[in-house]
């Protein structure tokens, strides 16, 4: 009993910390690095509740070096995971398998958020980034995206882009990578 008790002070203090990184003012967001396994230890721990309410599969795909290091603010790039993780799971039915992926290609290390299920709209895709779209109806601001896209080329030098047909729908982000010294 006194150990649950410890595991969940120690995890509620890992949640708050996450959280406080999210609402950082962006003037005091460091241009340090972080690994890999960092991101993906955060984006594990602050998805976790919105992904067992959905009672989506969540499925990581993480072929990098965990040690791998990335040049900018950890939280800017959790914002944009998280927003294309929740995205996902708002277009997926129960049950369905949503997948965090990451790789690296060249210079580039490229996260990916795939779900399955319907095809974009071709309307839609042609201005997914701009302000005011989305795939939402009344229940979407049309901001999450645009937001991301303006995190991804402005922050982080890099670029984010979707494929999507019958099956799936994947997003990326491609960024460039610290070189080895």
Known sequence: QQQRIVDYLVYMSNVITAVKGQ???????????????ELEEKITLLMAFEI??????????????????????????????????????????????????????ENKVIFYVRNLGQKIHE???????????????????????????????????GEIYFETNDEETTFFVKIPVMQEE
Do not use: H, P
């Open 123 to 157: 309307e839609i895709q042609k201005k997914i980034f701009n302000k005011m779209v989305t795939t939402k109806g009344k229940n979407g601001t049309g901001l999450g995206l645009y937001i991301s896209k303006s995190i991804i080329r402005v922050r982080f030098n």
């Open 23 to 37: 609402v950082t003012e962006y003037s005091e967001a460091g241009e340090g690095y972080f690994s890999v396994k």
């Open 52 to 105: 067992k309410k959905s009672k989506c599969e969540f499925i990581k795909e993480i072929n990098i070096d965990y040690q791998q290091k990335i040049k900018g603010d950890v939280n800017s790039l959790i914002q944009v995971l998280n927003n294309l993780i929740t995205n996902a799971i708002e277009a997926s039915e129960e049950g369905n398998v949503i997948t965090l992926g990451a790789y690296k290609a």
